[in-house]
Each structure stands twice: as structure tokens, then as C-alpha cells.
């Protein structure tokens, strides 16, 4: 905090005086740009999310949204069956891939590290692990789909179904599921393990009654960006789950996505306009599962640090 005689002293010292005033100028100038950035940003994603919608509100209806797609080049029919194909598909990768990143997150974060103290082994193990969720990260979409078809469509003879496609799935949303629920897990102060253990609690009742519950709110946001990331992918779909504009009686069964369709539409038919219908819906969706996550973690949040 600057006082009088700190003032004055710079007054009477014009070089400090001068170097304060650069600091100062140099300080608004990143701010302005940062403030600049950001303004660009926001308006590129209103223009996008704008165009989408205004050119595909006009193909929406309740028509649209209610009637399966016909096939063929014209584009016939609506979109329901891929919305059912969708939720379907989502619900099974979730259902897959969920137990595995959390599970492996959680031993990852609050046992392999004990087991590091003591073993050399443990921590090389721990090491490879942690690249390799790094690595997973950071491969392309389309190599999970050319996995998902070697093993799952072709060699397990799964065919391209439901199944074949949520395995594939389950592969490209593991890493996001553990990298979030480890920085939700590392986020609980160790205070609360160290009193709950103090207590007379057991390592896992301490996990499961104190560290999970205070971890929840990241765990589920990993999980809801894991449904945004399966809604929006076509690549890792394109090769697993087929294409067929039928709703799937059986995880046997091959579909469509609404992204899958989205792409079918605007590539091999001359019905643009249910296309643009089609990426409206998405981006609603996308801001629906959004809007989601704030709203569930902050409630999340709120109902911890009231201790309800």
C-alpha cells in the first residue's frame, strides 16, 4: 500500500517515477488485450452458435423431431430414431466407461501413491500409467475408431452395433473421466482423510463416507463433458456403430448418431437444410449439458460446504 511519504518520495526520485508509470501502462496494455481476446472469442462463438440455430430453426419441428429418417439421397424424415440411438448409445459407454475411470482414478490417487513409498517397481508402474492416460488424451478420435473396428467390429466379431461403438466409446472418454476425478480427489483437503482416520475409520470407509462425497461435484463433471464428447464425435462412430437409420432393437444392433446423421446428411444428400435442423438440435444440446454442469456442481457444492 502506497502512503504520502512513499508518494513523495517518488516524486522525488523521477526515474522510480518513470518506471512505475511504464509498469502501469504495460499492466493496461495486457489487460486490454486479454479483455480483447476474450471479446473475440465470445463473439465468434455467438456468431457460430447464432448461424446454427436461426438457419436450422427453420427445418425444426415437431414433425421433424418426432418421424425416423427415410435413407436415400433426398433426406426424407425426421431424426427421432437417432435421438433414441443417441441416448442409448451414451447411456452404455457411460455405463462402461464410468466404473473404469473412476476406479482407476481413485486408486491411482489414494493407493498406488502408498504403494509408490515403499516399492520402486510401484512408482515406474505409476509412472507409465500416468503418460499413458496423458497419452490417451491427446490421440486422435479416428484412431480409437480404427481400434474400435480391428478389435471389437472385427476380430470379437461384434459386427457394428451398439456394443462394438460404446467400447470404442468407453476408450476415448476413459482418459477426461480420470484425469477429472483425480483433480477432484486431489482437491479434498488431506485434513479430512487424516480426522476420519484419526476417528477410527477405515481406509475405505474414509474413501467412501468422507473423500468420495466431497469429490462428487468434479467427478460428475467429468462425467457430464464425457456425454458432450460422445454426442459430438462421428469419427469413432463412423467405423463401429454402422449407420443404419433404424432404432436398435439390442446392443447388437447397429444406428446412428445425431452426429453420425449430421454428417451423412450433409455429405451424401441434398436435404441441407434438415442438416442445419440437425446441427440446431446438437448445439442445443451441447448448451443444455453445460448449463448442467454448472447447475449440478454448484448445488453439489453448496449442499458439501453447507453439510446437508
Same mark, same amino acid.
Given at each position: ?5 512513499? *508518494? ?6 523521477? @526515474?522510480?517515477?518513470? /518506471? ?7 499492466? /493496461? ?5 486479454? #479483455?480483447?481476446?476474450? !471479446? ?12 446454427? $440455430? ?5 427445418? %425444426?419441428? #415437431? ?31 457411460? +455405463? $462402461? ?16 501413491? @502408498? ?20 497419452? +490417451? ?7 480409437? =475408431? ?30 477426461? *473421466? ?10 479434498? &483437503? ?8 484419526? %476417528? ?12 468420495? &462425497?466431497?469429490?462428487? &461435484? ?6 457430464? !463433458?464425457?456425454? =458432450? ?11 463401429? +456403430? ?5 432404432? &436398435?432393437?439390442? $446392443? ?12 451423412? !446428411? ?10 442445419? =435442423? ?15 454442469? /454448472? ?14
Amino acid at each position: 500500500m502506497i502512503n504520502n511519504k512513499s *508518494i513523495s518520495t517518488l516524486h522525488n526520485d523521477p @526515474e522510480s517515477l518513470k /518506471n512505475l508509470k511504464i509498469r502501469s501502462t504495460t499492466q /493496461n496494455v495486457w489487460f486490454s488485450i486479454m #479483455w480483447l481476446a476474450g !471479446l473475440v472469442t465470445l463473439i465468434i462463438l455467438l456468431l457460430v452458435i447464432g448461424y446454427v $440455430i436461426i438457419q436450422g430453426g427453420k427445418a %425444426l419441428s #415437431w414433425e421433424f423431431l418426432t418421424t425416423p429418417p427415410r435413407g436415400g439421397l433426398s433426406g426424407e424424415g425426421g431424426i427421432s430414431t437417432t435421438l433414441g440411438t443417441t441416448v442409448y448409445l451414451v447411456a452404455l459407454t457411460l +455405463l $462402461i466407461a464410468t466404473p473404469l475411470g473412476v476406479g482407476a482414478a481413485i486408486y491411482l490417487i489414494e493407493y498406488a501413491g @502408498e504403494l509408490g513409498l515403499t516399492s520402486p517397481v510401484m512408482r515406474v508402474l505409476i509412472s507409465i500409467a500416468n503418460f499413458a492416460v496423458e497419452t +490417451l488424451a491427446g490421440i486422435p478420435s479416428i484412431i480409437y =475408431g480404427l481400434f474400435g473396428y480391428a478389435l471389437f467390429v472385427s476380430t470379437l466379431q461384434f459386427g457394428w452395433s451398439l456394443l462394438s461403438a460404446a467400447l470404442a466409446g468407453a476408450c476415448l472418454v476413459l482418459p477426461t *473421466i480420470i484425469r477429472t476425478t483425480e483433480e477432484a480427489l486431489l482437491t479434498v &483437503p488431506d485434513d479430512y482423510r487424516r480426522g476420519s482416520l484419526a %476417528l477410527g475409520a477405515t481406509k475405505w470407509q474414509t474413501l467412501y463416507k468422507v473423500v468420495l &462425497p466431497a469429490a462428487i &461435484p468434479g467427478i460428475i463433471t467429468g462425467i457430464i !463433458l464425457s456425454v =458432450g464428447r460422445i454426442i459430438s464425435e462421428t469419427a469413432v462412430f463412423f467405423v463401429t +456403430l454402422g449407420g443404419s437409420h433404424r432404432l &436398435p432393437s439390442s $446392443i447388437m444392433d447397429g444406428g446412428r448418431t445425431l452426429a453420425l446423421h449430421l454428417y451423412y !446428411l450433409a455429405m451424401d444428400t441434398n436435404a441441407f437444410d434438415k442438416a442445419m =435442423g440437425t446441427g440446431a438440435v446438437l448445439v442445443i444440446l451441447i448448451i443444455l449439458i453445460n448449463l448442467s454442469i /454448472n447447475l449440478i456442481s454448484g448445488k453439489l457444492t453448496a449442499r458439501i460446504r453447507g453439510g446437508k
